[in-house]
Nanobody, 122 residues
Framework: QVQLVESGGGLVQAGGSVRLSCAAS????????MGWFRQAPGKERDFVAGISWTGGSTYYADSVKGRFTISRDNTKNTAYLQMNSLKPEDTAVYYCATSTTITTARGGYSYWGQGTQVTVSS
């Protein structure tokens, strides 16, 4: 069992930045690849970014490439999502999740956090 808790969301103006954190407890954090997903009202939960368990590989949705950066600190059992140049269309609930494979598919992730709201005003 892995427990994940996201934090760092809030209201930000377009063009601004936010850093989300995902704190993990339970089974060894460093055993898992991590991913961030987001879900806007009335829409599917979509992949945003992923990182391998070593932190050596990262991958992004095209919509956030060049603006968002995923990272992790295995000594702190925490993953991060730095979001820059935010746009109103980035408004969503952001979720972190664990996976034992490198994948962008929602079904490939097993443990999920409760989500944190990010609202970008124009």
């Amino acid at each position: 069992q892995v427990q994940l808790v996201e934090s760092g969301g809030g209201l930000v103006q377009a063009g601004g930045s936010v850093r989300l954190s995902c704190a993990a407890s339970g089974r060894t954090f460093r055993n898992y690849n991590m991913g961030w997903f987001r879900q806007a009202p009335g829409k599917e939960r979509d992949f945003v970014a992923g990182i391998s368990w070593t932190g050596g590989s990262t991958y992004y949705a095209d919509s956030v490439k060049g603006r968002f950066t995923i990272s992790r600190d295995n000594t702190k059992n925490t993953a991060y999502l730095q979001m820059n140049s935010l746009k109103p269309e980035d408004t969503a609930v952001y979720y972190c999740a664990t996976s034992t494979t490198i994948t962008t598919a929602r079904g490939g992730y097993s443990y999920w956090g409760q989500g944190t709201q990010v609202t970008v005003s124009s």
